[in-house]
């Protein structure tokens, strides 16, 4: 579990110009890397609504030592942990992750589960256990990244610290790709909200209010941030890397790259706000707090996912729990499906 490899992670999530499967085959080969494994790392997107929630792509970074084919039938052999336990398997992929399986696992079934579980065919493959980091849309889909391990192993703090981050990004970029998922390369650069030359910085794009100077200037300096976190001096302190490259940017907006047919890189600045259900209740700050809260994201992680500050956020999360006339966060769960929306496409116009 080295943290070196989290910016990796982060560029790769967020590059478009390649279709579903390519993109989740060189997410799962530098995960891979994190923890190297015969059995090879694995890159799934999950549909969690409407439930039950079932994997519709699987790619698998594979090695010499143990084939693609094995490891998928391992793999679907574990949904019989979900066939028996849906009510936990359905939280699970609704939630932001950065746990190992024993962790869950043991959590929900008891001491023993995953010895259980795991003997049945992941022990054959070597595997014990499982390293998973997952983001979520919000929005009914999971990107889960999946590393196995060769004994049964806890997160340590500081990597949890930095690999939740990593799932905001995950579930921030499987959100875009869903959203760009059918507009030509010409489409995703001219409804862009801006665009710049990675090499000079300049804005060669830009619409609405990303023309006037105040967000322009402030989107220019999160491009500055994001190339300063990615530079030979930064990346590979990821707690300082990640700091930089915040979830989303002005509240609003993903960083992307897109490459055109000459190798020169843009980075395109889309809209990428988690959709909500209009509930007069709440504002849609408000709706989207009790989302992240619902889904596992304690305040510093609801902060970033939505790149404001720690303060805002709970002051948001807090007005959200007095206007729903509930007490704690647990009360939030079944009250967030209801502000979940399956049936939009994820991304859209920033609040007003």
């Given at each position: ?14 590059t478009l110009g390649t279709d579903d499967r390519t993109w989740l085959q060189g997410l799962a080969a530098r995960f891979g890397k994190l923890n190297p494994h ?309 991304g859209g116009a920033p609040a007003p």
């Open positions: 579990m080295r943290n070196e490899f989290a910016l990796d992670i982060v560029e790769t999530a967020y015969p059995a090879g790392a694995m890159a799934v997107i999950y549909e969690y609504l409407p439930p039950p929630f079932r994997a519709t792509t699987i790619e698998h970074a594979h090695t010499e030592a143990v084939s693609t084919e094995r490891m998928l039938e391992a793999f679907f052999d574990l949904e019989s942990f979900a066939a028996q336990h849906p009510s936990h398997s359905s939280r699970l992929h609704a939630n932001t992750v950065c746990e190992t399986a024993s962790e869950f696992i043991e959590q929900e079934a008891g001491r023993g589960a995953l010895e259980a579980l795991y003997s049945r065919k992941l022990h054959a493959l070597g595997v014990y256990d499982a390293f998973n980091v997952q983001g979520t849309t919000l929005s009914g889909r999971a990107l889960c990244l999946i590393a196995p391990t060769r004994t049964p192993a806890a997160v340590p703090a500081a990597t949890r610290a930095v690999w939740q981050r990593v799932a905001v990004h995950l579930g921030a970029a499987l959100r875009l790709r869903t959203a760009l998922a059918d507009l030509p390369q010409d489409k995703v650069l001219g409804e862009a909200t801006a665009v710049f030359d990675a090499r000079t910085g300049r804005c060669a794009h830009a619409t609405g209010a990303a023309r006037e100077g105040p967000l322009l200037a402030k989107l220019r300096d999160a491009v500055r941030q994001v190339d300063r976190a990615r530079s030979k001096s930064v990346r590979h302190d990821a707690p300082a890397a990640l700091e930089l490259w915040q979830g989303l940017i002005a509240g609003h907006y993903s960083l992307v790259d897109l490459f055109d047919s000459d190798g020169r890189r843009h980075v395109v600045v889309r809209a990428n706000e988690p959709k909500v259900r209009e509930d007069r209740r709440l504002t849609r700050r408000e709706a989207q707090a009790t989302l992240l809260a619902a889904a596992a994201n304690d305040d510093t992680r609801g902060a970033y996912a939505l790149g404001i500050t720690r303060e805002t956020y709970r002051t948001h999360l807090r007005r959200a729990l007095r206007k729903l006339g509930v007490r704690d966060r647990r009360a939030l769960i079944e009250i967030a499906l209801r502000l979940q929306s399956p049936s939009e496409v994820d």
